[in-house]
Nanobody, 121 residues
Framework: HVQLVESGGGSVRPGGSLRLSCAASGPTYSRKCMGWFRQGPGKDREGVASIDDESTTYADSVKGRFTISKDNAKNTLYLQMNSLKPEDTAMYYC?????????????????WGQGTQVTVS
């Protein structure tokens, strides 16, 4: 069973930066692919970025501003967020998938963290 714990959220001015972290535990085969998702006020949850050992994928809305990375030795997933905009305000969730398809589709992910709030204003 995988456990995911996010941290690093907070309040920031437009144009600012934050780095989110997701500490993962559990078998590594259960988290071949990991991703960040977000849900803004009054919006559906959407994919932000995903990563596996071969590639990364980003939503168009964050390309060039956000960077997903992972440190396998530390079992930690990161999301570096630069040039933040008010529309980036959301609860951000870390997710893990044991499957071989790594993308931004939520149904591919079977483990979720509790989320960390990011507010840009």
């Amino acid at each position: 069973h995988v456990q995911l714990v996010e941290s690093g959220g907070g309040s920031v001015r437009p144009g600012g930066s934050l780095r989110l972290s997701c500490a993962a535990s559990g078998p590594t085969y259960s988290r071949k692919c990991m991703g960040w998702f977000r849900q803004g006020p009054g919006k559906d949850r959407e994919g932000v970025a995903s990563i596996d050992d071969e590639s990364t994928t980003y939503a168009d809305s964050v390309k060039g501003r956000f960077t997903i990375s992972k440190d396998n030795a530390k079992n930690t997933l990161y999301l570096q967020m630069n040039s933040l905009k008010p529309e980036d305000t959301a609860m951000y969730y870390c997710a893990a998938s044991s499957g071989y398809i790594c993308n931004l589709l939520q149904y591919n992910y079977n483990e979720w963290g509790q989320g960390t709030q990011v507010t840009v204003s």
